[in-house]
C-alpha cells in the first residue's frame, strides 16, 4: 500500500505569540511593541482560542507553515494547488524522468474485479512511456501518456487562515478519499506546534456551524440554504 507522507519542514519557532500579539494590536490601544509582546506572552491560551472561534482568522496569516508531500497521485496534487493563496513547487514530470515509476491505486479499485485489468493499462502506460522517450520524442511530450494515478511529491506552504480554510474544506466527508487523508495528515503535524489554533479543528461544518455544500450535505448540521429560509420568516 501506498502511504501518504506530510512532514512539517519550517513554520514560525512563536506562532501562538504571534497570533496573540496580533489579536492585542487590533483590540487593545497599546502601541509600545514591547509592552505588546510582554503582554501577548501572558495571555492565555483560551484568548487566542477565542478569537479564532469568532471567526477574526486574519491575525494567523502572520505564520507560514511549509510542508513536504509524498506518496500522493497527480489527481490528489491538482485538488490541491486549487487553494490559490498558498505557493507549491511539485516534481517535474518535463524535466524529471518517470523511469522509476510509482503510481496509486484507490482501495475500492484494488478490493474489486478491475484491479488486475487497472495495474495492466497503467503499466503499459509506462511501458510505451519508456519506448518513447528511448528514441527522439522529449520527456515533456512523452509525459501525456502517463496517468493521473502517477505518484508525485512536492513543497506547499500557506498562511495560517489559508491552511484553516483549505484544512475544513478538505476534512469534509465528502472530500475524495485521498485529499482528506492528506488534510488530516497535514492537520496532525500542524497541531503539535499550535496547538491552540489547530486542536478542535475539524470539518468545515464543525469549525462554521453550517454546511456550505447545500443540496450535497450530509445533513449533519444545516445548510447555508436552509439557515435563509429560517430568517426569511423572522
Same mark, same amino acid.
Given at each position: 500500500?501506498f502511504i501518504?507522507?506530510? *512532514?512539517l519542514?519550517?513554520y $514560525?519557532?512563536?506562532?501562538?505569540?504571534?497570533?496573540?500579539? @496580533?489579536?492585542?494590536?487590533c483590540?487593545?490601544g497599546?502601541?509600545v511593541f514591547?509592552k505588546?509582546?510582554?503582554?501577548?506572552? &501572558?495571555? $492565555?491560551?483560551?484568548?487566542?482560542?477565542?478569537?479564532i472561534?469568532?471567526?477574526?482568522?486574519?491575525?494567523?496569516?502572520h505564520n507560514?507553515?511549509?510542508?513536504y508531500i509524498?506518496?500522493?497521485?497527480?489527481?490528489?496534487?491538482?485538488?490541491?494547488?486549487r *487553494?490559490?493563496?498558498?505557493?507549491?513547487?511539485?516534481?517535474?514530470?518535463r524535466?524529471?524522468?518517470a523511469e522509476?515509476?510509482?503510481y496509486?491505486?484507490?482501495?475500492d479499485i484494488?478490493q474489486?474485479?478491475? @484491479?488486475?485489468?487497472?495495474k495492466?493499462?497503467v503499466n503499459?502506460?509506462?511501458e510505451l512511456?519508456?519506448e518513447?522517450?528511448?528514441?527522439?520524442i522529449t520527456?515533456e511530450?512523452?509525459?501525456?501518456?502517463?496517468p493521473?494515478?502517477?505518484?508525485?511529491?512536492?513543497?506547499?506552504?500557506?498562511?495560517?487562515h489559508a491552511l484553516i480554510?483549505l &484544512?475544513?474544506?478538505?476534512i469534509?466527508l465528502?472530500?475524495?478519499?485521498?485529499?482528506?487523508? &492528506?488534510?488530516?495528515l497535514?492537520?496532525d503535524?500542524v497541531? *503539535?506546534v499550535?496547538p491552540?489554533?489547530? *486542536?478542535?479543528l475539524? @470539518?468545515f461544518?464543525?469549525f462554521?456551524?453550517?454546511? $456550505?455544500?447545500?443540496?450535497?450535505s450530509c445533513g449533519?448540521v444545516?445548510?447555508?440554504?436552509e439557515?435563509?429560509?429560517q430568517a426569511s420568516f423572522?
Amino acid at each position: 500500500m501506498f502511504i501518504i507522507q506530510v *512532514k512539517l519542514i519550517s513554520y $514560525p519557532e512563536e506562532t501562538e505569540l504571534i497570533a496573540k500579539m @496580533a489579536g492585542l494590536i487590533c483590540y487593545s490601544g497599546e502601541k509600545v511593541f514591547e509592552k505588546i509582546k510582554e503582554k501577548a506572552a &501572558l495571555k $492565555p491560551d483560551e484568548y487566542l482560542a477565542a478569537i479564532i472561534k469568532s471567526g477574526h482568522l486574519s491575525i494567523i496569516e502572520h505564520n507560514v507553515f511549509v510542508f513536504y508531500i509524498s506518496g500522493i497521485s497527480r489527481v490528489t496534487s491538482h485538488q490541491l494547488i486549487r *487553494k490559490r493563496l498558498a505557493s507549491f513547487s511539485q516534481q517535474s514530470q518535463r524535466y524529471v524522468s518517470a523511469e522509476n515509476f510509482e503510481y496509486i491505486i484507490p482501495e475500492d479499485i484494488k478490493q474489486s474485479p478491475f @484491479a488486475e485489468k487497472y495495474k495492466d493499462i497503467v503499466n503499459q502506460s509506462h511501458e510505451l512511456y519508456q519506448e518513447m522517450v528511448s528514441t527522439d520524442i522529449t520527456k515533456e511530450d512523452a509525459r501525456y501518456i502517463l496517468p493521473n494515478a502517477t505518484s508525485t511529491q512536492l513543497i506547499a506552504s500557506m498562511n495560517g487562515h489559508a491552511l484553516i480554510d483549505l &484544512l475544513v474544506r478538505r476534512i469534509c466527508l465528502r472530500s475524495q478519499w485521498e485529499i482528506r487523508e &492528506l488534510a488530516e495528515l497535514m492537520l496532525d503535524e500542524v497541531t *503539535k506546534v499550535a496547538p491552540t489554533i489547530f *486542536k478542535n479543528l475539524g @470539518a468545515f461544518c464543525d469549525f462554521y456551524g453550517y454546511c $456550505p455544500e447545500n443540496s450535497h450535505s450530509c445533513g449533519k448540521v444545516p445548510t447555508i440554504d436552509e439557515l435563509k429560509k429560517q430568517a426569511s420568516f423572522k
